[in-house]
């Protein structure tokens, strides 16, 4: 080993003289600026690294920032198709329940028609004389006429004469009651017939 | 990776700097200069209580000068010791782990050195040689100083605004130099001669170690001598010297060359008179030389002649020249000049020109084949009275080749100034 370190160095042929002070001053700045040197390297090898480092990290994010977007714009998109979706699916129960809604209306226009047509003739069928209609109303396709009459015997009359008009299946006297009004005597009835 | 280096030197009364960039394995330099301290504020110092620490007030408040005109870098900067300072011991120590080797080196500087360990600065230097056996053998040489010198200098730097980073010796940055240039090719057995403005240091290497060196001092070859001739004789005296004295008592293999560094460095005349005179074979180590070597001379001054604004292509030729060359040679230090520095170097094109043709002539000018074109270049040169001293006289030499008497060494001239930089240079190679 000690053979080896010897012959590597070869020749020593220079000298220096200078006053060990000054020697090791020298020394002393030589290690300094290899100290400095090496800490500067340091550091520059240091912020080429971080400098690598953020400049991938800036990479990566700006990468993740970008999947970050479309991931947002696809979602975004998603909502909207569904939206969309959703709001056809709407539009579609919309159109079928207005289609529905229409049948209704055509079917009660149809049956408002008919039963127009029902009370036109009811008002327009003969009436006995001791008869007058307070109202006349429809629920659930069946009529109500209300009424006063002078006897009850008109009263029948007139049920009879209904049932000749054959509009109604049936015809019920739901109520008859006697009513006094100055003096005079007369009876308020309720017939519901049914279609 | 780059990284500029600035090297000092304080010779004498001379500062020497030069500033280069190390870019993968070039030197760039970007910028030298020479300082002269003035001699009369410093012999006026002499006479005071505190000279010492006048002229080291002096001569920081040069460098602090020559550092701001030319704008060197103070990050990396190395000096240089003075050599009479320095002390060294040769031995050899067996192969061991670094922190073993450093106690054996204390305790060898411990046995050798006059003065105790609390008062020296030391440092080593080693060649691993390979035994037969594949051991190695650590052929150390330790350098020390007394603290208080190596205090001084860096004090002097320190008052200067410059914080030294490492404090050298001119014998190891010249080796450093040489390794660089040669490596191993150098030879076995050598002589480096580093000759300066007023010293000359003499370093003799064995088997890739320095064995021997010498300090001559306050020989002023410039002042002293009155030509090149009787510089190369002076140098050529002191070199055979340094070899008596070394081989004394000792029987080893002969020196193989010398390589010759500083003034005249480029001087292939001057090189051929140390080599005729010391009858060994001789080598000139310049940074010029190496410049030619790296790029083309030729190139670089016929750019520099022709386009100057394109001084940034001719770089780039040179460095294909560069590698083309490296191809042919394997050992090619790459050395260049930093395209303000040859914007520089170069502006003064005429007498670059001169200076290149003169230096790199490796013919000497003799009667026979001078067809008048270098002595034309050379009076041309000089007549120009900016670079060069001139006698205008001719001597002969040992084989009776008439030799030129022109001393082309100029303080002020660029190409000169940075051929004695090479130790400086120096400071800033090795390992």
């Not at chain 1, 007058?132 to 002078?150: A, K, P, Y």
């Not at chain 2, 002390?87 to 500087?109: Q, T």
């Not at chain 2, 140098?235 to 560094?261: F, L, R």
Request: aromatic share 10%; charged share 25%; with cysteine.
């Amino acid at each position: 080993m000690a053979k080896s370190s010897v012959k590597k160095k070869k020749n020593k042929t220079r000298i220096n003289l200078l006053p060990l002070s000054d020697k090791i001053n020298i020394a002393r700045r030589n290690k300094v600026i290899v100290y400095l040197i090496v800490l500067v390297g340091y550091i520059f090898i240091l912020s080429g690294y971080d400098y690598i480092i953020y400049g991938k990290t800036n990479n990566a994010r700006t990468v993740v920032f970008n999947l970050n977007q479309k991931l947002e714009t696809i979602r975004n998109n998603n909502i909207i198709y569904t939206t969309i979706q959703k709001a056809i699916l709407n539009k579609e129960k919309i159109e079928t329940s207005l289609k529905k809604d229409s049948l209704i209306i055509n079917k009660l226009n149809r049956l408002k028609k008919k039963e127009y047509k029902k009370f036109i003739k009811i008002i327009k069928f003969p009436m006995p004389d001791g008869i007058w209609l307070t109202s006349l109303s429809s629920n659930n396709g069946n009529f109500i006429i209300d009424g006063n009459s002078m006897s009850l015997k008109d009263v029948s009359v007139y049920i009879k004469n209904i049932k000749k008009m054959k509009i109604f299946k049936k015809i019920y006297l739901s109520g008859i009651e006697k009513k006094i009004k100055k003096g005079n005597n007369y009876y308020t009835f309720d017939l519901k017939c049914k279609l | 990776m780059s990284k500029t280096f600035t090297a000092v030197i304080i010779d004498y009364n001379y500062i020497k700097i030069i500033e280069a960039t190390k870019k993968n394995k070039t030197y760039i330099i970007n910028n030298f200069s020479l300082e002269k301290l003035n001699q009369n504020d410093i012999d006026a110092t002499a006479y005071n209580d505190n000279s010492v620490n006048t002229e080291n007030i002096l001569i920081a408040e040069e460098i602090k000068k020559a550092f701001a005109l030319r704008q060197f870098s103070k990050k990396n900067v190395f000096t240089v010791l003075n050599d009479d300072y320095i002390y060294n011991y040769n031995f050899s120590l067996p192969e061991m782990p670094e922190p073993d080797l450093v106690k054996a080196v204390e305790y060898e500087v411990k046995k050798k050195s006059p003065f105790p360990l609390s008062q020296i600065v030391y440092d080593y230097i080693y060649t691993c040689q390979e035994n037969e056996d594949g051991s190695c053998t650590l052929l150390t040489t330790a350098y020390v100083a007394k603290k208080e010198y190596s205090e001084q200098l860096a004090k002097i730097f320190a008052n200067a605004d410059i914080k030294l980073r490492s404090i050298e010796s001119k014998t190891t940055s010249l080796y450093n130099a040489n390794l660089f240039i040669y490596g191993n090719n150098a030879g076995l057995h050598y002589l480096l001669i580093d000759i300066n403005l007023i010293s000359i240091k003499i370093i003799i290497i064995y088997k890739n170690t320095i064995i021997f060196e010498r300090n001559i001092e306050e020989i002023n070859i410039i002042k002293n001598t009155k030509n090149i001739n009787e510089a190369g004789e002076t140098i050529s005296a002191e070199i055979q010297k340094t070899v008596d004295y070394y081989y004394a008592g000792k029987s080893i293999e002969p020196i193989e060359k010398i390589y010759i560094s500083g003034v005249y460095s480029n001087n292939e005349m001057f090189k051929n008179i140390i080599s005729n005179l010391t009858n060994i074979q001789a080598e000139t180590v310049s940074i010029l030389k190496l410049l030619d070597n790296g790029s083309s001379t030729d190139k670089h001054n016929h750019n520099a002649g022709n386009n100057r604004g394109k001084v940034d292509a001719a770089c780039d030729n040179d460095e294909n020249n560069n590698k083309k060359n490296k191809k042919e040679h394997k050992i090619q230090p790459l050395i260049k000049l930093s395209a303000e520095l040859y914007k520089k170097i170069y502006k003064n094109k005429t007498a670059a020109k001169n200076v290149r043709k003169a230096n790199n002539s490796n013919k000497l000018p003799d009667s026979s084949n001078n067809d008048g074109n270098d002595s034309n270049i050379i009076n041309n040169y000089t007549d120009d009275g900016s670079i060069g001293s001139n006698n205008g006289i001719t001597n002969m030499n040992l084989d009776g080749q008439i030799l030129s008497n022109y001393i082309l060494y100029d303080e002020n001239n660029l190409f000169d100034i940075l051929d004695i930089m090479l130790p400086a240079f120096g400071l800033m190679l090795g390992k």
